[in-house]
């Protein structure tokens, strides 16, 4: 059975949306992790000496990044991945 060329063509713009919906999910996925990375790791191990210089309450900032303030960064991103998918999917959707 072969294919007619409207039947190649709409496949092909089926793909092309496929690719596209892949690139901007993946594309949000990286930036998600950069920030992942940065809260985590610089903010909760690499600058905790400068940021204990900040005070939040009684509480050194860096503690607190390491400790709370990452958590609540990690739940921030979660929502946010979650609606930004929703706009994709509905974006995407066919």
Same mark, same amino acid.
Do not use: H
């Given at each position: *059975? $072969? ?6 063509? @709409? %496949? =092909?713009? !089926? !793909?092309d !949306?496929?690719? =596209? /919906?892949?690139?901007?999910? $993946?594309?949000?996925? !990286?930036? +998600?992790? @950069? @920030?992942? %990375? +940065? ?5 909760g #191990?690499l600058?905790?000496?400068? +940021?204990?210089?900040i005070? #939040?309450?009684?509480v050194?900032?860096?503690?607190? *990044? =390491?400790?709370?303030? =990452? #958590?609540?960064?990690?739940?921030i991103? #979660?929502f946010?991945? %979650? @609606?930004? *998918? ?5 974006? /995407?959707?066919q």
């Amino acid at each position: *059975m $072969t294919l007619s060329e409207e039947e190649r063509q @709409i %496949a =092909a713009i !089926r !793909r092309d !949306r496929y690719r =596209a /919906y892949w690139r901007a999910n $993946t594309k949000l996925i !990286r930036n +998600l992790l @950069i @920030i992942w %990375a +940065l809260a985590s790791l610089v903010c909760g #191990i690499l600058l905790v000496p400068l +940021l204990n210089n900040i005070q #939040i309450g009684n509480v050194p900032l860096g503690f607190w *990044m =390491a400790q709370q303030g =990452a #958590i609540f960064i990690f739940v921030i991103l #979660i929502f946010v991945y %979650a @609606i930004a *998918m929703d706009k994709l999917d509905r974006k /995407y959707r066919q």
